[in-house]
């Protein structure tokens, strides 16, 4: 699957994120947003392992984005969000992936690998400041 809760979160906290000049916490994000803050926090800090955002500690901490969004791609931030690659189809990136074991050629795989490619050319091109647009 290609975008999951995770993702959908990422975004919209991101929105959120960029629109102020503060940090905001994972509470206030979490009310807002209305989703649950245990797993808010755990896509926040995702997104700060890959310098998607920064953290800052203590009563006025929280998060800002560590780059304009201009520079953050939403492949990117979903594979930060997802913790792993991107794929429309488990086996469109690597056809020995391929789950009908038909042996080493489907005859499905070469449009799956062009619809891969264009949707990560499309993701690595459309950035968060496309978004907040």
């Known amino acids: 699957m290609l975008f999951?809760?995770?993702?959908?979160?990422?975004l919209l906290a991101l929105v959120?994120?960029?629109?102020?000049?503060?940090?905001?916490?994972?509470?206030?994000?979490?009310?807002?947003?209305?989703i649950s803050r245990s797993?808010?926090?755990?896509?926040?800090?995702?997104l700060?392992?890959?310098n998607i955002l920064k953290s800052y500690k203590g009563a006025?901490?929280?998060f800002m984005l560590a780059r304009p969004p201009r520079e953050l791609s939403i492949k990117e931030i979903t594979q930060a969000a997802e913790g792993k690659n991107?794929?429309?189809f488990d086996c469109s990136t690597d056809q020995a992936c391929c789950p009908s074991n038909k042996g080493d050629f489907c005859t499905l795989w070469p449009f799956l690998n062009r619809l891969q490619?264009?949707?990560?050319?499309?993701?690595d091109e459309l950035t968060l400041e496309d978004?907040?647009?």
């Open 60 to 62: 006025t901490g929280g």
């Open 117 to 123: 490619t264009k949707v990560d050319n499309y993701l």
């Open 131 to 133: 978004i907040l647009e």
């Open 4 to 10: 999951t809760r995770a993702t959908e979160y990422a």
């Open 86 to 88: 991107i794929a429309v």
């Open 16 to 34: 959120l994120i960029a629109k102020e000049e503060k940090p905001l916490g994972t509470d206030y994000l979490s009310k807002r947003l209305n």
């Open 48 to 50: 700060a392992k890959q």
């Open 39 to 46: 797993f808010l926090a755990k896509i926040l800090q995702s």
